[in-house]
């Protein structure tokens, strides 16, 4: 079954531009139409509901791309401390327009974000808000390290209880078998605990993220009625659905892991919905596409429009760096208004597209770093993908064409000024460090070869 039957088999087709989908409308029934621009509803909020009957914000923020102290990131300047002050009128606005639900880790920020979102929550009543974060036990997970992780989460959200607690990020094999999954939160006893905790009250919700081979995927699932999951943590977008595995081999297509939770009726929560911005950043063709459709709309908004037709998904996530991010995504979301025929066939169209897209697959998490040798890998990608969208890359021909001139110089003139020359591709030596970290299966030291051979072409070009 194709993915206009698929959703027309749940949700009954979409009428031409009014119909609201089952699960994507609201209790208000407000509608988005007739709200400018500038105008946000604060009563409008699409919500759904988890396991228990908790009503949580389809739209959910993520703690994982907060601001900085004098703007930038913390890949560009790793000393900063987060901006607090404009991280707690983000999450006011947020609040003010219904969203409930936001995510954390104990690594997210280089371990800020967990403070940082209980500073801003809690200045608020605590049945206005949820919160969520996660066994980040990648490096370490004895149970004593564990447990002080778990233990931890409390003190810096200043809660007495976590709504929705995640075995963060499981799905890779050791290569004498041993899955993470049972390393990481079967042999140290810290499932077995985390099910008392939840028995007792400090949990509300156990669940788990995704990123890794099917076969773990499959494990962890068949295990539904051991463990009794609330909920589980997905990447779906609407290129993933069906392209996830053709870009990278070892991904799996959002499209099976979707059906394998609704088949067993675990509300979903959908993390890069946007994949690191780079669905909010199409080159000029692809963008073209959506804008000539709805030229008032936010690129990132159709992301969000196309999950709000999956009645499965209990909230998406959206990492939200500035005030910008989070009011387009609000107005997204207030209410959620589903594709019509026509729009879903036209995404499809630019899916094909941007997955045959020669860009590097990288959502900038940050789960590589630090390079034990200085790379700045997410930046180095970011720039060869921005360099790409730009029409920088310079494509196959002679060097005395004017346009591979003009590539070549925009290319090498920008790098050094983007990345710092020490932190640059060269300087990647393939020990691959980075290569267990990465969600998306991205060959590193591959593509940093390839980015040094490209820039060594270049300037071997030019003399």
């Avoid at 396991?51 to 914000?57: A, C, L, Y």
């Avoid at 994949?275 to 804008?291: E, I, Q």
């Avoid at 020359?421 to 299966?441: E, K, M, N």
Wanted: aromatic share 10%; proline share 4%; with cysteine.
């Amino acid at each position: 079954m194709d993915r206009r039957s698929f959703l027309k088999s749940m949700l009954g087709g979409v009428a031409a531009g009014t119909a609201i989908a089952a699960g994507c409308d609201n209790p208000n029934g407000v509608k988005a139409e007739g709200y400018s621009a500038g105008e946000v509803p604060v009563d409008a909020m699409t919500y759904r509901a988890d396991k228990h009957g908790q009503q949580v914000s389809l739209l959910g923020f993520g703690m994982m791309r907060l601001p900085v102290e004098g703007g930038g990131s913390l890949r560009e300047n790793p000393d900063a401390k987060l901006d607090q002050e404009l991280i707690n009128r983000m999450v006011d606005y947020a609040i003010d327009h219904g969203v409930n639900y936001f995510d954390t880790a104990p690594v997210y920020m280089r371990g800020m974000s967990e403070g940082a979102t209980g500073v801003a929550l809690n200045r608020h009543p605590r049945d206005k808000w949820l919160v969520a974060t996660k066994l980040s036990n990648f490096r370490t997970w004895t149970r004593e390290a564990s447990l002080r992780m778990y233990e931890n989460s409390f003190v810096q959200l200043g809660v007495e209880h976590i709504d929705y607690y995640l075995l963060h990020s499981f799905g890779g094999v050791d290569p004498d078998g041993t899955s993470d999954f049972e390393k990481r939160f079967v042999d140290n006893g810290m499932l077995d605990f985390l099910m008392e905790e939840r028995e007792k009250g400090r949990i509300r919700n156990l669940g788990w993220s995704f990123h890794g081979q099917q076969s773990e995927f499959d494990k962890v699932v068949a295990l539904t009625d051991k463990y009794h999951w609330d909920f589980a943590q997905i990447q779906m977008n609407y290129v993933d659905w069906r392209y996830a595995h053709e870009i990278e081999e070892e991904n799996v297509n959002a499209e099976y892991l979707y059906n394998e939770l609704d088949r067993r009726q675990i509300p979903i929560v959908i993390m890069e919905p946007v994949l690191g911005g780079r669905l909010a950043t199409l080159n000029d063709h692809m963008a073209s596409m959506l804008k000539q459709r709805e030229p008032e709309r936010s690129l990132a908004s159709w992301c969000f429009r196309y999950l709000g037709m999956f009645p499965r998904i209990m909230t998406s996530l959206s990492g939200m760096s500035n005030m910008e991010h989070v009011e387009d995504n609000v107005r997204t979301h207030c209410p959620c208004q589903p594709l019509t025929d026509d729009e879903l066939a036209l995404l499809e169209r630019v899916a094909d597209e941007f997955a045959h897209y020669p860009a590097i697959p990288c959502t900038a998490c940050q789960y590589c770093m630090p390079c034990p040798y200085g790379l700045d890998i997410p930046g180095i990608f970011s720039f060869y993908n921005k360099s790409l969208n730009e029409g920088n890359i310079a494509t196959e021909g002679t060097v005395e064409q004017k346009e591979y001139r003009r590539a070549r110089r925009a290319f090498l003139t920008t790098y050094d000024s983007s990345i710092e020359r020490l932190r640059q591709a060269d300087h990647c030596i393939a020990c691959g460090h980075c290569l267990t970290h990465c969600p998306q299966h991205i060959a590193i030291p591959d593509k940093m070869r390839m980015i040094e051979d490209y820039t060594n072409k270049l300037k071997d070009s030019m003399v």
